[in-house]
């Protein structure tokens, strides 16, 4: 299973884009689980987790909220800003999968 975090500022606007990329998963048949938390949360959550993307509003936190989830091995990398506005849940799919690859 894979386990993908997304972080914005509220957990909001990613929410959509959650659901896009669960449906593309379905179609795949992938096993995921993906989820969307305000960056307040990110400390208590992202060690669940494979992979955290962030969402463009909250990209100036990269530096700092990379250098907590290396002590678990985790990577985070910011969402494309195209791929999140137009909301293309496929490529934001595939590039979570890329860098849990990359990880491991």
Same mark, same amino acid.
């Given at each position: 299973?894979?386990?993908?975090?997304?972080?914005?500022?509220?957990?909001?606007?990613? +929410?959509?884009?959650?659901?896009? $990329?669960?449906?593309?998963? @379905? %179609?795949? @048949?992938? =096993?995921?689980?993906?989820? @969307?938390?305000?960056? +307040?949360?990110?400390? $208590? %959550?992202? =060690? *669940?987790? %494979?992979?955290?993307?962030?969402?463009? *509003?909250?990209?100036? $936190?990269?530096?700092?909220? +990379?250098?907590? @989830?290396?002590?678990?091995?985790? =990577?985070? *990398?910011?969402?494309?800003?195209? #791929?999140?506005?137009? %909301?293309?849940? #496929?490529?934001?799919? #595939?590039?979570?999968? +890329?860098?849990?690859?990359?990880?491991?």
């Amino acid at each position: 299973m894979y386990k993908i975090m997304l972080c914005c500022s509220a957990g909001m606007s990613t +929410s959509l884009l959650v659901r896009k $990329m669960e449906e593309v998963a @379905a %179609q795949r @048949a992938l =096993p995921v689980k993906i989820d @969307a938390y305000g960056v +307040s949360e990110f400390d $208590m %959550q992202f =060690p *669940q987790y %494979q992979v955290v993307l962030l969402g463009p *509003q909250v990209k100036y $936190m990269l530096k700092t909220l +990379s250098e907590k @989830a290396a002590t678990h091995g985790i =990577p985070v *990398q910011a969402i494309d800003m195209m #791929d999140y506005g137009m %909301q293309r849940g #496929d490529k934001v799919l #595939d590039y979570a999968l +890329s860098l849990i690859e990359a990880a491991h």
